[in-house]
């Protein structure tokens, strides 16, 4: 049986995770939805919006506490977004590879950790990690990896996912 702080646990982090998730591609498509790359990220965003909407239905089901961090992480992740979006395209698509990584490990975690008591919940943890490595495919496959600094990008990116995921889970 999967403990009930456990399962409090995920769905606040996720429900703030796609939060973010979410405002991160406004902010891209605030800068580049006019381009090239508008239909595709307007793509990500929908899938991106669904499982938001997911998760905050399911916080109301189990009657779960939101995180208190929400306003921040509704600005950061705006912020996140738009400010790699105005240093070029190639930077947005390695702020997407950065941040679908972490929520690949993340998601992967969590479905270790549900027991078959939750077999709906890892599911849909399931299918909407495999729709992030597809949004990390898609960064990938528009030159991610040439964006200037690239490494150094990820790793700062990657660390702030991580550092969200722990306070999300907590405050």
Known sequence: MTDKDVIARILRVDQAGELGAVRIYQG???VLGK???GPLLAKMA???QHHLDTFSRLISQRRVR???LAPLWHVAGFALGAGTALLGERVAMAC???VEEA???HYA???RMLGEDEAELKATIETFRAEEL???DIGLAHEAEKAPGYPVLSAAIKTGCRLAIWLSERV
């Open 66 to 68: 939101p995180t208190a």
């Open 109 to 111: 975690d969590q479905a």
């Open 96 to 98: 997407t590879v950065a």
């Open 46 to 48: 929908q899938q991106e």
């Open 134 to 136: 597809e949004h990390r």
């Open 103 to 105: 929520i690949d490990e």
């Open 35 to 37: 381009g090239r790359h």
């Open 28 to 30: 891209q498509r605030a």
